[in-house]
């Protein structure tokens, strides 16, 4: 069902903190013309957790509006409560979403049965493809390929984004799956290496920046051309490991903030760059011709 590059949207503020609706809808255009296949606003680089559920709700429903059916729209609608997410996940889908994006329950830890009972009474109650999100060194809790296989025999479960950051836990889930479940990279480190193994692309937080760079990679990987997707990756790699540099989303915002696309502006306790990461930051853009 899904293949190829879904960027996961930042979400832009204006300088005095409130939602940046035309930058966000300027973002969304420079996507699409970009060639993306789909966009993922909400998730963890659109700072999911300090936008209040009705902001939520409301980037989902800008992103949908401004796409206008061109691309998939894939709605950040997960929590750490089940009750909120299904709530979240109906007036989504209600808005026009192709799908719902379902962050692992974090800080309170459930057990692997718990995870499977969070996921499957969403998908019962709100009748939406579902991407199943993997992210242990945020959520504090991994879940088990074993999970997921159960997971995949659900109807509205039909992928996983997978950001456990380990290639043999990648590997062991892409093994495991039906045919018909994809299997997403959450990490644009890995995202050549798990699509070359037989994912179908990536949910990524670089393609923000250099969307047409990182689908022509995956793109190239895809379509069994290994040898042009690896350079691609090498020399894109230096991107990548900056978006690390601090916190998600705090580097990429900071970099489509150089770029023209938005105000530097987070919500606490995001805080901005310090100078030293500033630099290197330039510096890095500058080599690759964005500023």
């Known amino acids: 069902m899904f293949r190829g ?7 832009p503020f204006t300088t005095d903190g409130k939602l940046d609706e035309g930058a966000l809808r300027r973002i ?22 300090t936008v209040t ?41 209600e808005l026009g979403a192709a799908a719902s994006l379902q962050v692992a329950p974090y800080y309170n830890k459930p057990s692997q049965e718990g995870f499977y009972q969070h996921f499957t009474t969403i998908a019962e109650e709100v009748d939406l493809p579902m991407v199943v999100y993997n992210i242990p060194g ?38 495991a799956m039906p045919d018909d479940f994809d299997v997403l990279s ?3 480190n890995l995202a050549f290496s798990l699509t070359a193994l037989g994912g179908r ?17 995956i793109d190239q990987a895809l379509r069994g051309d290994i040898e042009h997707a690896r350079k691609d990756h090498f020399e894109l790699l230096p991107l990548f490991k900056a978006l690390f540099i601090d916190t998600n989303p705090i580097p990429i915002k900071y970099m489509m903030h150089r ?19 500033r630099d290197t930051i330039d510096a890095l853009l500058g080599s690759y011709g964005i500023i």
């Open 53 to 93: 559920h009705e902001e939520n709700v409301r980037v989902v429903g800008i992103v949908i509006d401004e796409a206008r059916g061109r691309v998939p729209v894939i709605a950040g609608t997960g929590s750490n409560s089940t009750a909120e997410a299904i709530d979240m996940t109906s007036q989504a889908k």
């Open 259 to 277: 770029a023209g696309f938005c105000t530097e502006r987070y919500r606490l306790p995001m805080v901005p760059l310090s100078a030293g990461d």
């Open 138 to 175: 945020r959520t504090g809790k991994n879940i088990e390929t074993a999970t997921v296989r159960r997971l995949a025999e659900h109807r509205n479960i039909v992928a996983v984004k997978e950001a456990s950051g380990s290639i043999p836990q990648m590997m062991d889930v892409l093994a």
């Open 5 to 11: 590059v879904y960027t996961a949207l930042i979400t």
């Open 28 to 49: 969304v255009n420079a996507q699409i013309d970009a060639g993306i296949a789909g966009l993922v606003p909400v998730g963890t680089t659109g700072e999911s957790p």
């Open 201 to 217: 692309g990536v949910i990524s937080v670089a393609s923000n920046l250099v969307p047409a760079r990182v689908v022509k990679m």
């Open 186 to 188: 959450g990490d644009d």
